[in-house]
């Protein structure tokens, strides 16, 4: 049962560049979160994807988007990176059930440096 | 907006010991779940258990077990029996959201090492 993959592991980029970031969710899930943690920080929700649509969104700017795809894989873009975007970049899957509860499942992350 | 709080930034405890990590919440909501995950060096949140706002029992999930107290808003986690392998961060988490529209808000963190 394969879990929640992501790629790149590692990426370095330069101010004012874009960058996309890719996640295949653990089998049988249709649902797609991703999170940014700060050096130090608990994970801070970026936004969520369920049937190709963004469903909510926390705190950030524009420039961050997503995409998912009908496999339920998911994208993350950012735009015109900042210094303060150098982060490692949580994606996590879960199931819709209707239930109230959704165990999210995570990936072992992307960390961003940008330089 | 719901708030998780994690008091201690580490701990350090000894092989075979048990520990406990403490997690305050706030919220106003009556049905809520909350969610202790384990993040060791490689960056991959790990989950461990999860504990709903109306289940009667404290969650347990092998040497895991969730001490949930709800009239002090406190979802601690106890380890029995650490070992070496369980040196990493934890981070308690709580559900925020409707169904099907769920996010986690996460604490700062405890920094966990257990000493052989």
């Known amino acids: 049962d394969a879990g929640v993959t992501q790629s790149p592991t590692h990426l370095i980029k330069t101010r004012g560049q874009q960058v996309t970031l890719r996640c295949s969710p653990k089998?049988?899930?249709?649902?797609v979160s991703w999170y940014q943690q700060a050096l130090g920080q608990g994970p801070q929700f970026i936004f969520q994807?369920?049937?190709?649509?963004?469903?909510q969104r926390g705190n950030f700017p524009d420039r961050f988007s997503g995409h998912q795809f009908p496999n339920y894989s998911s994208e993350l873009n950012v735009n015109a990176l900042l210094l303060g975007d150098s982060a490692l970049y949580l994606c996590?899957?879960?199931?819709?059930?209707?239930?109230?509860?959704?165990?999210?499942?995570f990936g072992p992350g992307t960390r961003l440096l940008v330089l | 907006a719901q708030k998780i709080t994690q008091t201690q930034p580490g701990m350090f405890v000894q092989e075979k010991e048990a520990v406990t990590l403490d997690c305050t919440y706030d919220?106003?909501?009556?049905?809520?779940?909350l969610f202790w995950y384990k993040q060791p060096s490689s960056g991959e949140m790990i989950f461990l258990i999860y504990?709903?706002?109306?289940?009667?029992q404290n969650a347990t999930e092998g040497r895991y077990s969730l001490n949930f107290q709800k009239a002090r808003k406190s979802a601690n986690l106890v380890i029995s029996a650490s070992q070496l392998g369980d040196s990493a961060m934890y981070f308690c988490?709580?559900?925020?959201?409707?169904?099907?529209?769920?996010?986690?808000?996460f604490g700062q963190g405890t920094r966990l090492t257990i000493n052989p």
């Open positions: 996590a899957s879960s199931l819709f059930t209707g239930t109230g509860v959704e165990t999210q499942y």
């Open positions: 089998s049988g899930h249709d649902t």
């Open positions: 994807y369920y049937e190709e649509e963004e469903r």
């Open positions: 919220t106003s909501d009556q049905s809520y779940g």
């Open positions: 504990q709903g706002s109306y289940d009667e």
């Open positions: 988490a709580m559900r925020e959201g409707t169904q099907g529209a769920q996010k986690l808000v």
